[in-house]
């Protein structure tokens, strides 16, 4: 049951469940839809927030 609120509250279920005080209310044909990963640069701060921006389209760094 953790695992499903924590989903919801992730935004991790298409289509989105609907909060109703403490309770998620989930549609029965909910589909669980995971999050790309991107690969963080060990560059510094800036280059890091760029990408964050960005998401995961572009992570080489330009010369």
């Keep these: 049951m953790n695992t499903v609120r924590r989903w919801a509250r992730d935004g991790l279920l ?3 469940p ?3 005080g403490r309770s998620y209310y989930i549609d029965p ?3 669980y839809v995971p999050h790309k990963r991107c690969r963080v640069p060990n560059g510094n701060l800036v280059e890091r927030i760029r990408i964050a921006r960005q998401g995961c389209r572009n992570t080489t ?3």
């Design 14 to 16: 298409t289509p989105p």
């Design 18 to 20: 609907t909060k109703h």
């Design 29 to 31: 044909d909910a589909l």
């Design 61 to 63: 760094k330009k010369t």
